[in-house]
């Protein structure tokens, strides 16, 4: 089991960035792909970016792409999601999972587990 906690969320004006690590805890971190995810009010938790456990491959979701960038260094058990051009569509809670069963590369959210709290991001002028 790994437990995760996310941080760096925050208020930011549209076409600012924010940087969001997820520490993660547990020696089998540096074996599992890791992804990130976001749910805004009355919607879905939706998929945003994953990485492999490497950090050799990396995924993300078309909203994103160019946009969005997930990292990792196993060292200290983090991963990172880099957000630049943030728009007020990007506003959500973002969340830190780890991808516990199915595809490896999948997306969907039922293949993730030890989810983290949550970091809020709020992109408004």
């Known amino acids: 089991q790994v437990q995760v906690v996310e941080s760096g969320g925050g208020l930011v004006q549209p076409g600012g960035s924010l940087r969001l690590s997820c520490a993660a805890s547990?020696?089998?971190?540096?074996?599992?792909?890791m992804g990130w995810f976001r749910q805004a009010p009355g919607k879905e938790r939706e998929f945003v970016a994953s990485?492999?456990?490497?950090?050799?491959?990396?995924y993300y979701t078309d909203s994103v792409k160019g946009r969005f960038t997930i990292s990792r260094d196993n060292a200290k058990n983090t991963v990172y999601l880099q957000m630049n051009s943030l728009k007020p569509e990007d506003t959500a809670n973002y969340y830190c999972?780890?991808?516990?069963?199915?595809?490896?590369?999948?997306?969907?959210?039922?293949?993730?587990?030890?989810w983290g709290q949550g970091t809020q991001v709020t992109v408004s002028s």
């Open positions: 999972a780890v991808r516990l069963r199915g595809s490896p590369w999948s997306t969907n959210v039922g293949a993730y587990g030890d």
């Open positions: 990485i492999s456990s490497s950090g050799g491959f990396t």
């Open positions: 547990g020696r089998p971190f540096s074996t599992y792909s």
